[in-house]
Every structure is written in C-alpha cells, then in structure tokens.
C-alpha cells in the first residue's frame, strides 16, 4: 500500500533560519505531490503541488520543494522562515487512477521571533 | 467563491446521540471528500465521492458512520450512534477533476462526552 513518511514531527526554528521538512513516499510509478499547510485553528490550504516537468516547484509565501525520483523525495524547503510560518505542515501522494490523497503524519513548525 | 462550507462548525453531544455534519462543496466541482483528523492517528481519508456517487469508503471506520451525496451541492457524515473515541475535526474538501488539488473547508470540530 502507498504511504507518505514524515520524520520531522516537530520543528523549532528562529525567525531568518532556513527550513527544510522531508517527505518521502513508497509509490514507484507517476505521482502527484502536494505540500498543504494549516494554520492554527484553520484549515487545510494547498502551499505548491507538483504534477509534472520541473521538479523544483514553487509555491506560496516563499515555499518550495523538490522532487526527487531516486528518492522518492518530495522534501519541502524555505529559506528564511518567518513567525507567521508557524504550523502543521504535510506532505500527500495522489493514488494513481483515483482522486485519493495519502497524507502523511505532519510536521509541526513552531517559529520563534 | 465561497470555499468549501461546512456545518456546523463545533459540535458537542452525549454519547449515543446522532450526529450530523454538512458539507457543500464548491461549486463546480465533481469531487467530494470526507476526511478525519486527530492527534493519534493524523488526518484519515473516510469517503470520498465522484459525481455523486460513493468511490471508495474504505476507511469508514465502521457501520456507524454513513455518508451521503443527494446532490451536487451537498454532502452529509452521520454518525449513529456517536462514542467519545468520534470526537475529532472533521473535513470535507473538494476537487474539479481527477488528481486535482483539493480544498478543504473549516472543519467541524466534534466532541463527544
């Protein structure tokens, strides 16, 4: 079965410091990579995604990400995080032929100024 | 466009009782997703449907929980009867097409005593 592994559960960074949270997943054929990120208190909301072409992609506020296919990688990576970064970040494979998302565990990011 | 709407947004019963969340996607969109998140077990995929009609509820966890879709406009999660091990957020999101990205409502946080 696919699964997507996080293993930065929790993150404290100070403000200006780069960040970088792994993602991997177990699916060898074509994927579809996404970041979501939710605030405290709100909901999910879409960072980047990649789908195809570039594997550097870009995304809100700062954020990108790389994939990676040797290793089956899909890290997340932003180069001077900020206060308002504060939250639960985490990384979803799209199932082949279907509409599902496998989400990982998440990763929380705590900011401080 | 409103997003994703869901209601209500907080929920507090009593063992036992019924419980019904609603969710209306955006309109357009022919993807409708149920999905659960807590502390021990992440965010969960329940339900999801395609133009209306159930997909996959693979991870419904049992037959107290149903879904519905009687419209394009509107979904609901009922549980019946609730336990307190259901107290969790729970989403609705949606999509326009196969593999796209999902938006995610607010949530309804549930707590059941």
């Known amino acids: 079965a696919q699964s997507v592994s996080q293993h930065n559960h929790h993150v404290i960074l100070s403000e200006a410091a780069s960040l970088e949270l792994g993602c991997n997943y177990s699916?060898?054929?074509?994927?579809?990579l996404f970041w979501y990120v939710q605030y405290p208190g709100q909901h999910l909301q879409l960072l980047l995604k990649?789908?195809?072409?570039?594997?550097l992609v870009k995304g809100i506020k700062g954020f990108e990400a790389e994939f990676i296919k040797s290793k089956f990688s899909f890290n997340l990576r932003k180069p001077s995080v900020q206060w308002s970064d504060t939250a639960e970040y985490f990384c979803?494979?799209?199932?082949?032929?279907?509409?599902?998302?496998?989400f990982g565990t998440g990763t929380r990011l705590q900011v401080f100024p | 466009d409103a997003g994703v709407i869901q209601s209500p947004r907080h929920e507090v019963t009593e063992m036992g009782q019924e419980v019904t969340l609603r969710c209306k996607p955006i309109?357009?969109?022919?993807?409708l997703f149920w999905y659960r998140q807590t502390m021990m077990r992440g965010l969960e995929l329940l339900i999801y449907?395609?133009?209306?009609?159930?997909?996959?509820d693979s991870g419904m966890p049992e037959d107290r929980f149903s879904a519905k879709m009687p419209n394009a406009s509107f979904s609901t999660l009922k549980i019946q009867p609730s336990e307190p091990r259901d107290s969790a957020v729970y989403f609705c999101?949606?999509?326009?097409?196969?593999?796209?990205?999902?938006?995610f409502g607010p949530g309804t946080r549930l707590l059941v005593l």
């Open positions: 449907f395609n133009n209306n009609v159930p997909i996959d």
């Open positions: 699916y060898g054929g074509t994927v579809n």
């Open positions: 990649y789908f195809s072409g570039d594997p």
């Open positions: 999101a949606s999509s326009f097409g196969q593999k796209e990205t999902q938006y």
């Open positions: 979803a494979v799209n199932v082949p032929n279907t509409d599902k998302l496998i």
């Open positions: 309109s357009g969109h022919n993807s």
